[in-house]
């Protein structure tokens, strides 16, 4: 006979330690066709809170041979892990402890060959294409805690002429160890293109390790700034929102005091100055943000549209070159062009053309709406809205390199931003009758393919004006016509697989996410905040707590009834005692009501009822006043909107801008 004990076990104490992921990741190696050997390096900055490093995974595609990771203090380098990726997908242990301290560099390197390859390689997602991944387990002390923290760039290229050898040696694996999965698995006598245009699987899709999501404590997206033109990151990753304050634009003359008419695009160059465009005053304007100077230089005629070197007819878009100092201005509403200048404001040239829109041609612009320099490439690429497609331009030669361009895109496309190896883009609103949503997009830069989608939880995209993304992932969006600024940081969707040649079955462990800790200092969300945020879950779940409609039915049926009875019982009175007794009735039913609201002579009257006890008194019970404005009223009965974020309702939506 067995007996049923239930314990229930209550830990007072907070847990000391959590143990977090830190992904190093390669976004832009590219793997010429029968090179031998071929190195992608990745390192980064340190500068969080100590970590203990306890163990680590590495991944890639077929061409891969050995990967290793390593923490670079005071030039000493100390090995993390390396390992061979063809082995079965696993965690192993560090084989000595490493603690990682602000201060040192995280580096790492994935050795591949490109023999038997006939064409180049890229990074992405399929299995002709390859990924260089090294992840790192640590914990840290709780308090000062990060759940998951990346790395794809490349901060210090000239320390690998010191990394140890070893980094450099293939790990030999014996041909029964090799992993097969699917994403591995090399078709032969098969053509590269056809590979590409496969349906990807569950499984190519899951080990992209790439995916984007709104960070829910970032709290501007209440900030409600107007209508949001342009979004940028200055030199230290802090976001820049240029905006119409609380003036709309609905196609009329617009007036801004200050400088601006009709604020339009924002960018950021090397030096940390702030380029915008204005397409009602026709200008571009270089600013300095630390000066309260004018501009340090103004490109176009003040409200004298044109289409010579001299004039801009509704500029859009800036772009300065990091290495020459180059300017590029997309020319705009009504000119289809791109206008190149020197760095001190010199006309160089020009090129595009109006397109005819049933079938655009390279070189052809309906809008050229926003621009994305690719430096190390030399490449422009231009977001052409109206033709929703993006083109790239070589920037010495202006010569045409390649449309992207998919169905999902829909009719429009509004702005595009580029970091090494990926470029990020926003759609405009389906027509009537179109299926395709408005969203974000992550696309490889290489291929052009899209690798994820993204869309807020808070409020939803309307008319997304601009993007802006960051080295770690970080993405901005601004929405002109719901006045909001989205943030939106990388996690990770981790699925370990069953390893069965090993004779051991790992359980599947789904959507391990967790955000990414950007540079921008933000500031907790409020109690208020998460508390709205909850209310927001609740209504979004049906499932949860008990419906809305339900409980609204509930509360509305009494006062129906009892209204009914009352009108019944005066109807019944009303009859049986004749128009006489209607006056005795009315005033009767005034002192009732009278009661109700504590003015009736015979009624309760809480504030005087209090006041007459000792100790208390009738403050808080004293009538409020319903005359003023609404906004008065606001402020009495705290709104949410306006009381807890001190920020004007949303306008309403209005055209295109």
């Known amino acids: 006979m067995f007996q049923v004990v239930d314990i229930n076990v209550t830990v007072s104490c907070r847990q000391p330690l959590i143990a977090g992921m830190y992904l190093m990741m390669s976004v832009d190696t590219v793997i010429p066709p029968g090179e031998k050997v071929v190195n992608s390096d990745i390192s980064c900055h ?71 390859r006939t064409e180049a390689t890229h990074i992405g997602g399929t299995s002709s294409d390859e990924m260089c991944n090294l992840y790192i387990m640590y914990y840290m002390e709780a308090k000062h805690a990060v759940s998951f923290m990346t790395c794809t760039q490349n901060v210090a290229p000239d320390l690998f002429r010191t990394i140890p050898p070893e980094a450099n040696i293939p790990i030999p694996v014996k041909s029964e160890m090799v992993m097969m999965h699917g994403h591995h698995k090399e078709t ?20 992209q390790d790439f995916h984007v999501e709104e960070a829910l404590d970032w709290p501007g997206v209440y900030l409600l700034p107007g209508q949001v033109s342009g979004v940028a990151l200055d030199l230290k990753n802090n976001l820049v929102i240029f905006h119409r304050g609380d003036h709309v634009w609905d196609g009329k003359p617009l007036f801004l005091f200050c400088r601006f008419y009709l604020p339009h695009g924002l960018s950021v160059d090397k030096d940390g100055n ?18 309260k100077g004018g501009p340090l230089l103004i490109l176009g005629r003040s409200m004298q549209p044109g ?23 997309s020319d705009g509403y009504c000119n289809s062009r791109i206008v190149q200048f020197s760095p001190t404001g010199e006309f160089i040239t020009q090129w595009g053309e109006e397109s005819s829109r049933s079938n655009p041609k390279p070189g052809q612009f309906s809008v050229p709406h926003s621009l994305a320099l690719v430096p190390h490439l030399g490449q422009l690429c231009v977001a052409d809205r109206e033709n929703g497609r993006i083109q790239c331009f070589t920037t010495d030669t202006k010569e045409f390199v390649r449309e992207i361009k998919h169905a ?13 190896g990926l470029l990020f883009a926003v759609n405009g609103k389906p027509f009537f009758g179109d299926q395709d949503p408005v969203q974000g997009f992550v696309m490889n830069f290489s291929s052009g393919e899209i690798i994820d989608v993204f869309k807020p939880v808070r409020k939803h995209f309307d008319m997304p004006h601009d993007i802006a993304a960051s080295g770690d992932g970080t993405v901005y969006v601004g929405d002109a016509h719901t006045n909001t600024v989205w943030k939106f940081t990388l996690t990770e969707k981790m699925e370990h697989r069953s390893v069965k040649k090993a004779g051991i079955e790992v359980q599947e462990t789904k959507e391990s996410e967790a955000v990414v800790e950007t540079k921008m200092e933000n500031k907790p969300a409020s109690t208020e905040l998460q508390k709205m945020q ?84 009738r403050k808080g019970f004293d009538r409020l006043s319903t005359e003023g404005s609404d906004q008065e009223k606001d402020e009495d009965d705290g709104s949410e909107s306006e009381e807890e974020y001190s920020a004007p309702l949303p306008a309403p939506s209005l055209p295109s801008s």
């Not at 289409?307 to 201005?329: E, K, L, M, W």
Request: aromatic content about 10%.
């Open 534 to 617: 909850e209310k927001q879950n609740l209504i979004k779940e049906p499932g949860l707590g008990v419906p809305i409609v339900l409980i609204t039915t509930l509360l509305v049926i009494p006062v129906v009834v009892l209204l009914a009875i009352a009108l019944y019982i005066r109807w019944k009175k009303s009859k049986a005692f004749g128009a006489d007794s209607e006056h005795k009735l009315e005033a009767s039913s005034g002192r009732v009501l009278g009661r109700l609201r504590g003015k009736g002579s015979g009624g309760l009257n809480l504030g005087n009822f209090f006041a007459s006890r000792k100790g208390y008194s």
């Open 307 to 329: 289409s010579d070197r001299n004039h801009f007819c509704q500029p859009t878009d800036v772009a300065v070159d990091p290495d020459t100092g180059t300017i590029y201005v």
């Open 46 to 116: 340190y500068k969080k809170y100590p970590m203990h490093v306890f163990a680590y995974r590495v991944h890639t595609h077929h061409l891969g041979k050995v990967v290793s990771g390593y923490r670079v203090r005071n030039g000493q380098w100390t090995l993390i892990g390396r390992q061979s990726p063809q082995l079965p997908q696993a965690f192993y242990p560090v084989e000595h402890p490493v603690d990682v301290s602000f201060g040192d560099i995280l580096a790492a390197r994935c050795v591949f060959t490109g023999e038997g």
């Open 408 to 420: 999902s895109f829909g009719r429009n496309v509004f702005a595009i931003s580029y970091i090494p």
């Open 274 to 291: 702030y380029w915008v465009t204005d397409v009602a005053l026709h200008q571009v304007f270089k600013l300095d943000p630390n000066s």
């Open 188 to 207: 032969e006598n098969r053509d590269k293109t056809s590979l590409l245009q496969q349906p990807k699987g569950e499984e190519e899709v899951l080990e």
